[in-house]
């Protein structure tokens, strides 16, 4: 059989210095497990700009299309702020969404015991938090039309966004969250506001649909995300996967995590419909962003970058196994008390830069064996 292809797409700011970590922890896989990956690069974002005057070539999208999976870094920086939005680098990642067709996008909130001081909220409330937010990717308002800015009858302007969903569109994804909760706690928490938007009450009936037809043994409750919001930092606890639209579980997901205490701790994953060998489309990258304020200091936090790759393991490749390894390897570091700058809390002390948090892991990887 042909070896699992990666496209790796480290981006802008800390993207390359969390990726090379990454890199190790694949070459490791080669060496120690005799899994090798056949592994591609090139450019998205900014740096895709710089090179090619676009934020994502049309040979890259191709590239990206024809692999098993996508690793991701981050993408944008201050000097590209002034581009006209068509080219802003964020695009480039939009991009590669739609194109790819990944509407379900996983982002687990979980946080390690020996981080559980780090949040900002009481240790008992966050102390062993295991969620997954699941949410839809690829339509909404961030992809409706109309949308635009327009001059208005009383010589201003009007910002038009549309929110929208089909049937089809929130079945899909609401599927993709009912299989996880059966490999996890069986209890799916379904956010919209259907008290207000009629896309919300189309939201709330596809999802009971789904559920009365297709998985009648996964709990299923409802909630509008205003509530769900305040539940997050209230009790998260009481969550095990929680599915909701474009714009809410962007809201909600960066709530979620920052209960974990820091953004560099967090990967995700963004699915689509399986390929011809079985495999989703996907793509896997850090929630956190380019940082552009630290790129080059050695100061980036390599652990969601790698997690990301972890989640690549069990959700691209059927290697759950190996992916529990990665994760548990993270967490014998943190627990020794390996920390980078971003995870110092206020008691202080000497962080360790992202090359050595990559040591680290690879040094419990291979304790591990």
């Not at 627990?335 to 360790?352: N, V």
Request: charged share 25%.
């Amino acid at each position: 059989m042909a070896n699992p292809s990666l496209l790796i797409l480290a981006g802008d700011g800390i993207g390359p210095e969390v990726m090379t970590e990454v890199k190790k922890i694949i070459a490791w896989f080669g060496t120690k497990r005799g899994v090798t990956f056949d592994v591609s690069e090139d450019l998205v974002g900014g740096c895709a700009y710089d090179k090619h005057g676009t934020p994502l070539h049309d040979d890259t999208m191709a590239r990206a299309l024809a692999v098993d999976a996508v690793l991701l870094g981050a993408v944008g920086g201050p000097q590209y702020d002034t581009l006209d939005f068509s080219l802003k680098p964020e695009r480039g990642l939009l991009r590669l969404r739609k194109e790819m067709d990944l509407f379900s996008n996983l982002r687990p909130a979980q946080c390690f015991d020996a981080l559980a001081d780090f949040s900002s909220l009481k240790k008992e409330i966050v102390a062993g938090l295991d969620i997954m937010i699941v949410r839809e990717l690829t339509s909404g308002v961030y992809f409706g039309e109309p949308r635009g800015i327009f001059p208005d009858n009383e010589g201003g302007r009007v910002g038009i966004n549309t929110q929208r969903y089909t049937t089809d569109e929130i079945r899909r994804v609401a599927r993709s969250a009912f299989e996880l909760a059966k490999r996890r706690g069986n209890k799916v928490c379904s956010m919209e506001k259907a008290n207000v938007m009629e896309s919300g009450i189309l939201w709330r009936e596809e999802v009971q649909w789904v559920h009365d037809n297709e998985y009648p043994e996964v709990e299923l409750s409802h909630m509008y995300a205003d509530n769900g919001a305040m539940q997050l930092v209230r009790w998260p606890k009481q969550f095990d996967v929680i599915v909701t639209d474009n714009l809410f579980g962007d809201l909600l997901s960066d709530c979620a995590a920052m209960l974990t205490g820091s953004l560099g701790m967090l990967p995700s994953a963004s699915l689509g419909a399986p390929q011809a060998n079985g495999r989703p489309k996907a793509m896997y990258e850090p929630v956190h962003g380019s940082a552009p304020d630290i790129a080059g200091t050695g100061k980036a936090n390599p652990i969601a970058c790698i997690l990301s790759f972890a989640m690549a393991l069990r959700y691209s490749f059927d290697m759950g196994g190996e992916a529990t390894r990665v994760e548990k390897a993270v967490e014998k570091v943190l627990a020794d008390g390996a920390r980078t700058a971003d995870l110092m809390g206020k008691d202080g002390g000497t962080p360790i830069s992202t090359t050595q948090m990559g040591d680290a892991i690879l040094a419990a990887l291979d304790a591990s064996l």
